[in-house]
Antibody, heavy 116, light 108 residues
Framework: EVQLVESGGGLVQPGGSLRLSCAAS????????MSWVRQAPGKGLEWVAN????????YYVDSVKGRFTISRDNAKNSLYLQMNSLRAEDTAVYYC?????????WGQGTLVTVSS | EIVMTQSPATLSVSPGERATLSCRAS??????LAWYQQKPGQAPRLLIY???TRATGIPARFSGSGSGTEFTLTISSLQSEDFAVYYC??????????FGGGTKVEIK
């Protein structure tokens, strides 16, 4: 069974940093692109970033470029999102998803709240 | 960036009735269009990809159509478990992948 389990969310002050993790199981992690998608409270879905199987290609939505870094460790079956210089508008549930175009598997999400 | 616009924002439908949801792209996305269902407190669930191909395990009452800039998701006979928010998403021109704002299907 495919499982994606996010962790690392929480309350952080504006300008602070947070690192999200996604533990993958039930499939060959190194064979898939992986993505982060977020959802602000009561709002729609926004793709944040994705990463190729070997980490050689990474893409970001403009609003997080230069502040967020996506990475992966295929030996640990894990995906990461390092978030720096956090802003109030980054407050959202962050989902880890398998794939880059039409993710068929999603985690349950981890809530990031940016507030003083 | 391709902008995806969904209509209506809210659709009130009685159980057993047909629901038709629309999605428009600001420029052609060919057939690279997906639909997701999301229930409160849950992650999105992939329903349709390639504009009309049902994902694994999705009931036949869900169907997608369209190409280019105009797309439709039809739920032929609404069941109680279908009341949710539905999102369209283009993956023709990326990055970024972009989502529509969603259509909430509620009980009439």
């Amino acid at each position: 069974e495919v499982q994606l389990v996010e962790s690392g969310g929480g309350l952080v002050q504006p300008g602070g940093s947070l690192r999200l993790s996604c533990a993958a199981s039930g499939f060959t992690f190194s064979s898939y692109w992986m993505s982060w998608v977020r959802q602000a409270p009561g709002k729609g879905l926004e793709w944040v970033a994705n990463i190729k199987q070997d980490g050689s290609e990474k893409y970001y939505v403009d609003s997080v470029k230069g502040r967020f870094t996506i990475s992966r460790d295929n030996a640990k079956n894990s995906l990461y999102l390092q978030m720096n210089s956090l802003r109030a508008e980054d407050t959202a549930v962050y989902y880890c998803a398998r794939g880059y175009s039409t993710p068929g598997y999603w985690g349950q999400g981890t809530l990031v709240t940016v507030s003083s | 960036e391709i902008v995806m616009t969904q209509s209506p924002a809210t659709l009130s439908v009685s159980p057993g009735e047909r629901a038709t949801l629309s999605c428009r792209a600001s420029q052609s996305v060919s057939s690279n269009l997906a639909w997701y269902q999301q229930k409160p407190g849950q992650a999105p669930r992939l329903l349709i990809y390639g504009a009309s191909t049902r994902a694994t395990g999705i009931p036949a009452r869900f169907s997608g159509s369209g190409s280019g800039t105009e797309f439709t998701l039809t739920i032929s006979s609404l069941q109680s478990e279908d009341f949710a928010v539905y999102y369209c998403q283009q993956y023709n021109n990326w990055p970024p992948v972009t989502f529509g704002g969603g259509t909430k299907v509620e009980i009439k």
